[in-house]
């Protein structure tokens, strides 16, 4: 990485004289990297582990759909298929999905993008980052040594009676967790303390107000399974038997706390994609982004509703039904909120000049998967329907649309976005919209027939099947083959790009998002001279005609 | 920022400068006291057998004297709003996770609460009275 | 954030800052943030509590006979006492009085000991009387064996051992602290550090407060 930073000029932006080298020059030993303060540096490092932590989930993903080619045993045994799909989910759940985009985009573009030099604890900052090392490194090596074999859910009292290891592992949970914690501090405390002058709380960039509204539940839900995956990897180790039906425990108990997390752990992974998205849509289609504070608000909105619907995981697992009644009812506000924000995607592209550049390809992708898994989802919120598809493949299906199909999607839009802000170089258009391709229609034939196959009834998780969905499985196996092309080749020019890219304008797109106001890369402190001053709105492409204005006054 | 809390910082510490910081040591002390008998009101109730009372009743003194400490030790009295709001946010969550749970417990299908407890009409096996101890763990265990 | 530089304010802002009291206040808001998660985190226990209260009332108040009440009592005095000391602590601190930061730390820190001591008592004796937890619970006597017993011992072990480790990382910060009131770090104007700290010892505090009564009494 290094190394190709060195290589690379782009430290004078197209504004001509800067004395200021770029954050990827200034310091060139691996010690610069290591120790490095700069929340652009540590977004950097975190990108190239988390995209390792990808590559690690993306094969025990593959190994599974492999797996079931054929209706018995195909490459492994039961045992360690059990192992392997565990692992898929702990990896891309708490190493992947997770911190993905807060720690890389969050991390990189939050103080950017409200004028400031750092984020308000840069050393906390490190420490998350080790944080994530050490959390991830824990839960790795609990894999390779016994690996749980629980499903990422860690369901007591299983979990606590495996022969498995399961201990380290929830440990490493434990770990990521307050790394998790940290980064999300640290965005709060940012944005209410060191926005640029002229940057009101309703002139904040709408991914500031995406990351802002994960940080807080990052902060306020993760201690809760923090706990829990404390006393579960106690109740795993020592007995103390806390959730353990045979000394009186209530597992459910466990599902409660643990789902208190879980559930808001969703938004964790799509918010700060939300946010990347209305960035997308608004700088590709070169219009002011529709509804701005209805944006914002639904955020807020789905954070705080986010946090009392946990119950609807827990139809069939003795939950009282008065209890399910009411979290169905909540759940469908979730579908209101995330509704209006869709509608002011598709009104922000309605009318606009569109640049159908590679964000805008995954754009398009994200909201038809975003609209058909939020919508799936709604549907598996309705107790009489969920009894019927709970843990079937129709669960995973959904679930995969919303976390691959909308931020996987978003987490790429964004990659492909701020690629030229964080490197100085472009990547090919023509290769960019070949991996676009790819990947929307490889998630479309690797999920699509799973959720025809849950609506047949076949269950998650089980090692063999009957030989009636196996065409099924064999079109998803097929589709996940694709989609492996399709990340493969985006890391192909994407790491071409790193090294012989084109060198990038200071602004590319010709976006008007604070964020490309500096150089590109920016350098170390963000910005030369004092901090700038915003006058303008975030998204502000056409000024209104007047008499628009007053009609709306 | 805020500019009021802005403003009422820059003046906290104009102040700080010319050396005028006003000491609260009365005020720590009466809590003090107050918190001293607070202890001292819950541990006679705790032991006066008032049945289900005593849990309300030491419940109120608990949250009594820990807003006593929030308030005046850890000045939450006159923190910012944000502050107060998150502190709120904690505590909302906390009835909603107990709230939740326990009208889960009390609502459900009554074999499907825990053998041997108020809410199931079950007996309780013997280790759940924790009669025998060495029970062997690796009855669920899989191989 | 030497000592040196103490006596002259602007020189400890961060370059990223806009101004002290911008960065005091950062450093305030995050410590509650960090407080909102160390609520949320003994929240979780508390809700097992209730769980399990609800599910065997009973047990629960014979469970908690079981318990030392005057241990349990002498330490919550300790508790609330160090609380008073660590918030006289932060209010000589922001007069830059080192001397006596120093001294009210210097009693902290010997109460927080006093209460490592006396649970340290009252494990022992639980140890041998084989109130554990889970499959350790093997009581000698049988009458009072309730359903759910072990489910109370897990409760207060997890809820008393989670919260002793809070004194200790506690006593740690206020171990730091006490050393740099002893080099004189505090001043007029320069105690964010000693607020922070001490906001983490109340909370230590607050935990107790409510473990106290439903652990020890009802
Ligand atoms: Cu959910």
């Known amino acids: 990485m290094s190394q190709s930073a060195s290589s690379n000029p782009a430290a004078a932006p197209a504004e001509g004289h800067a004395p200021h080298k770029s954050y990827l020059t200034d310091g060139t030993t691996v010690r610069s990297w290591l120790l490095s303060v700069d929340h652009k540096r540590i977004a950097i490092m975190y990108l190239v582990l988390i995209l390792l932590a990808f590559l690690v989930g993306g094969i025990f993903a593959l190994l599974v759909r492999i797996e079931h080619l054929s209706p018995g045993p195909t490459i492994m045994d039961a045992m360690t298929y059990n192992r392997v799909f565990t692992l898929h989910g702990v990896v891309m759940v708490f190493l992947f999905l997770v911190p993905a985009v807060p720690s890389i985009f969050g991390n990189f573009l939050l103080p950017i993008m409200v004028g400031a030099k750092d984020v308000a604890f840069p050393r906390l900052n490190l420490l998350s980052l080790y944080l994530w090392i050490f959390g991830a490194g824990l839960a790795l090596w609990g894999m390779i040594n016994g690996g749980a074999d629980t499903g990422w859910t860690f369901y007591t009292p299983y979990s606590t009676t495996t022969t498995t290891t399961v201990a380290p592992i929830l440990v490493g949970v434990f770990i990521l967790g307050m790394g998790g914690i940290l980064t999300g501090l640290n965005f709060i405390v940012t944005v209410h303390t060191m926005r640029a002058p002229g940057i009101t709380w309703f002139k904040l960039p709408l991914f500031v107000w995406a990351s802002y509204g994960t940080a807080v539940v990052q902060v306020l839900a993760t201690p809760v399974i923090g706990l829990v995956v404390l006393l579960t990897a106690a109740d795993n180790t020592f007995h103390i038997g806390l959730f353990d039906p045979a000394r009186g425990g209530d597992p459910v108990l466990f599902q409660h706390l643990f789902w208190f997390y879980s559930h808001p752990a969703v938004y964790i992974m799509v918010l700060p994609a939300f946010g990347i998205i209305s960035e997308v849509v608004s700088a590709f289609s070169r219009k002011n982004i529709f509804g701005y504070r209805m944006i914002a608000y639904s955020t807020l909105g789905i954070a705080f509703v986010g946090f009392f619907v946990w119950g609807h995981h827990m139809f069939v697992s003795g939950e009282s039904t008065l209890d399910a009644g009411i979290f169905s009812v909540i759940t469908m506000l979730v579908g209101v909120f995330t509704a209006i924000k869709v509608f002011n995607w598709v009104g922000t592209v309605y009318g606009g000049a569109v640049d159908f550049k590679t964000p805008f390809a995954y754009f398009c992708g994200f909201l038809f998967f975003v609209v058909f898994g939020g919508m799936t989802g709604t549907a598996l919120g309705v107790v009489s329907l969920d009894v019927h598809w709970h843990d079937t493949y129709f669960v995973v299906a959904h679930f995969h649309f919303i976390m691959v199909g909308a931020a996987m999607m978003a987490f790429l839009a964004g990659l492909h976005y701020w690629f030229p802000k964080m490197f100085g170089r472009m990547y090919h258009e023509g290769w960019g919209l070949t991996g676009a391709t790819l990947i929307t229609l490889g998630f479309i034939v690797t999920f699509v027939p799973q959720f025809l196959a849950g609506n047949y009834g076949m269950p998650r998780r089980y090692y063999e099947y009957p030989e009636q969905y196996q065409a099924l499985n064999v079109i998803s196996t097929l589709g996940a083959l694709m989609l492996f092309t399709g990340f493969f080749t985006i890391l192909c020019y994407l790491i071409y790009a790193l090294r012989h890219g084109k060198l990038a304008t200071s602004n590319p797109w010709d976006s008007h998002g604070y964020e490309w106001r500096t150089a590109s890369p920016p350098t170390t402190h963000n910005f030369d001279g004092p901090q700038p001053f915003f006058p303008e709105e975030p998204h502000l492409y056409t000024t209104k005609p007047a008499p628009e204005a007053q009609h709306a006054v | ?143 | 954030m030497q000592s040196e530089t103490a006596a002259h304010p602007p020189s400890r802002l961060a370059g990223h800052f806009a101004s002290l009291p911008v960065q005091d206040n950062a450093a305030r808001l995050g410590m509650w943030l960090f407080l909102s998660t160390e609520v949320l985190l003994f929240a979780g226990l508390f809700v097992c509590y209730a769980s399990y209260r609800f599910l065997y009332p009973e047990t629960w108040a014979a469970g908690s006979r079981l318990l030392s009440l005057p241990l349990g009592t002498i330490n919550t005095v300790v508790l609330i006492g160090s609380s008073f000391t660590v918030a006289l602590a932060v209010d000589f601190a922001k007069q830059g009085k080192n001397r006596l930061v120093f001294f009210m730390l210097l009693l902290t820190l010997a109460a927080a000991a006093t209460f490592l001591v006396i649970k340290g008592f009252e494990y022992s004796h639980k140890f041998h009387a084989g109130e554990l937890p889970g499959v350790h619970f093997h009581m000698k006597e049988t009458e009072g064996l309730l359903p759910g017993m072990p489910l109370f011992f897990s409760v207060y072990f997890a809820a008393t051992g989670l919260h002793a480790l809070h004194v200790i990382i506690g006593a740690g910060v206020l171990t730091w602290m006490a050393l740099k009131a002893w080099r004189n770090h505090f001043s007029v104007g320069n105690y964010v550090a000693m607020e922070n700290a001490g906001l983490y010892w109340h909370l230590v505090d607050l935990v107790w407060i409510f473990l106290y009564p439903l652990l020890y009494l009802i």
């Open chain 2, 1 to 143: 920022m805020d500019p009021k809390d802005y403003k009422k910082n820059v003046a906290e510490y104009a102040d700080a400068a010319h050396g005028v910081v006003h000491s609260h040591f009365r005020t720590y002390l009466i809590v003090f006291m107050a918190l001293l008998l607070g202890t001292a009101l819950t541990y006679t109730t705790g032991r006066m057998h008032l049945g289900n009372w005593a849990l309300v009743i030491a419940l109120v003194i608990a949250f009594t004297k820990g807003t006593l400490v929030a308030m005046y030790f850890m000045h939450l009295a006159e923190a910012k709003g944000t502050t107060r709001l998150l502190m709120g946010i904690c505590l909302l969550f906390i009835a909603v996770l107990i709230g939740y749970v326990l009208g889960d417990f009390g609502t459900r299908f009554r074999p499907a609460n825990s053998q041997g407890s108020k809410w199931s009409d079950l007996p309780a096996s013997s280790t759940t009275r924790g009669e025998s101890p060495d029970m062997p763990r690796e009855l669920g265990t899989t191989p």
